[in-house]
C-alpha cells in the first residue's frame, strides 16, 4: 500500500491532474519556522516529495541533499529548481533513495528535516539512521501525520502509515537536546494532529 509503485502512482496522479496546484504549494511551515533561527549551511532533506522545502532551502543560501524514492517527484522537483534559476538548482543534489534503508553520511548535516514521511522501517529505526547525519551543534526537525484525530477519534488522513510520534522520537535521541516535542492541533479544525520534533544534537 506505501511502495515505491504506490507511491509514484499516486505522484503521477498527482501531477497529471493538479501539477499546477502542486507546484504552487508552499514551504512547510514548522520549516520555515526553524530555518529563521539557523545560518545556512548544509541541509538533508529526506522525503522531499514535489520539493518545496529543497527549493526554499536552496533560495536562502543552503546547500541540500534532497532524498525521495519517488522518481517522478524528484523530476518534477528538479524541473521546478531548474526553472527557478542555476542558482538555485545548483545548490541541489537529488538522490533517488528509500529511506526504509538509505543512511546519511555521519555527522555531515547542519539541518536533517523529514515531513509526514511514512517511516516503513519503524520509527525509532529511521530516526536513530537520519539523526546519525546530523552534525555536532546541528538540527533535526521532525513532522508527522497523527493516524487519529484526538479531537473527533476520527481516522485522519496518515491512517495506516507509519509516521513519527512524539514520544518514540524522545526515546530514539537519548542524548539530545529536544528543543520542541509536541502534538500540534492543524489550523482548520477537525483536519488532524501533528507530532513535531525539533532536537538540537549536543556531541
Known amino acids: 500500500m506505501f511502495d ?10 498527482a501531477l497529471r491532474e493538479h501539477a499546477d496546484v502542486v507546484t504552487k504549494r508552499p514551504p512547510n ?20 516529495g514535489h520539493g518545496a522545502e529543497t527549493l526554499w532551502l536552496a533560495a536562502h543560501g543552503w546547500r541540500v541533499t534532497a532524498v525521495d524514492f519517488a522518481a517522478t ?15 538555485v538548482a545548483g545548490r541541489v543534489d537529488w538522490v533517488q533513495g528509500d529511506l526504509a534503508v538509505w543512511t546519511p553520511p ?10 509526514y514521511v511514512h517511516m516503513a522501517a519503524g520509527v525509532t529505526e529511521t530516526v536513530r539512521r537520519l539523526a546519525s547525519g546530523v552534525a555536532p551543534g546541528g538540527t533535526l526537525l521532525l513532522a508527522g501525520h497523527r493516524p487519529v484525530d484526538p479531537s473527533t477519534g476520527d481516522a485522519t488522513a ?14 530514539a535521541l537519548d542524548g539530545w537536546e ?9 489550523a482548520a479544525p477537525g483536519t488532524g494532529v501533528d507530532a513535531v520534533v525539533r532536537a538540537r544534537r549536543l556531541t
Open 4 to 13: 515505491r509503485d504506490s507511491w509514484e502512482r499516486r505522484w503521477a496522479r
Open 106 to 115: 555521519p555527522a555531515r548535516f547542519d539541518l536533517v528535516t523529514c515531513l
Open 158 to 171: 496518515a491512517a495506516g502509515q507509519v509516521q513519527v510520534s512524539v514520544d518514540e522520537a524522545r526515546a
Open 178 to 186: 529536544v528543543l520542541v516535542g509536541e502534538d500540534r492541533p492543524r
Open 29 to 48: 511551515g514548522y520549516l520555515l519556522e526553524v530555518a529563521e533561527d539557523l545560518r545556512p549551511g548544509l541541509a538533508l532533506d529526506a522525503g522531499c
Open 73 to 87: 517527484a524528484l523530476d518534477h522537483a528538479r524541473s521546478s529548481a531548474e526553472a527557478v534559476g542555476t542558482d
